[in-house]
């Protein structure tokens, strides 16, 4: 009986303690196409590579932390992935496919909520997506099973860097664009272990 409820005391904490529980409990927001993505105020940008930013009325955080966060997520992804670094962002960066990615500038970000309904070649549930033909992307600010804010912010910068829409490369971006998952570190902060 002891050790019953210890677990469910444990249980109880590991659930409170993701900010992103109550999505597991939750329908996915609606449908966001292409055209909604576009139709956003893009009246923001980020202080660092100028990436035209909409938020999104129900975003939880602030949109100082929004758009550091892109700043700081997007520059990691470019340090990992490339070995001209983080500063490929600022001008337009020829891909081994002969493909060129203009700068981070002509970007536009809608960030929303939560985990919305999509259009994507291979799920029909996004926590991000990248529309290539526009230079735009939707990302969540919390998706299921995530402990961080914009946890796709590198998996769909990867996408505008080369990776595939059907994730057929995936290898070769997984290290340096892979979201974080939940972890026991994330639950630290509620005092477990002291």
């Known amino acids: 009986m002891k050790f019953l409820s210890l677990f469910v005391l444990s249980l109880l904490i590991f659930l409170s303690g993701c900010q992103d529980v109550q999505n597991l409990f939750e329908d996915p927001a609606g ?10 105020n893009y009246n923001m940008t980020t202080p660092y590579y100028g990436i035209q930013v909409a938020i999104s009325d129900n975003v939880e955080a602030s949109n100082e932390r929004i758009m550091d966060l892109l700043d700081s997520r997007i520059k990691d992804f470019l340090d990992c992935q490339f070995f001209e670094g983080s500063d490929i962002g600022f001008s337009d960066y020829k891909l081994s496919n002969g493909v060129t990615v203009p700068p981070l500038s002509e ?12 259009n994507a070649v291979d799920k029909n549930i996004c ?4 529309f290539s033909d526009t230079d735009t992307m939707v990302v969540a600010e919390r998706s299921i099973g995530r402990c961080e804010d914009l946890p796709l912010a590198k998996h769909e910068t990867a996408h505008r860097y080369g990776l595939n829409t059907n994730h057929s490369n995936q290898d070769s971006f997984s290290f340096c664009s892979n979201p974080k998952s939940c972890g026991f570190d994330d639950f630290l902060d509620l005092g477990i272990g002291g």
């Open 107 to 118: 970007l536009k970000i809608y960030i929303v909520r939560k985990t919305f309904e999509c």
């Open 127 to 130: 926590g991000g997506i990248y």
């Open 31 to 40: 449908k966001i196409t292409e055209d909604d993505a576009l139709a956003q």
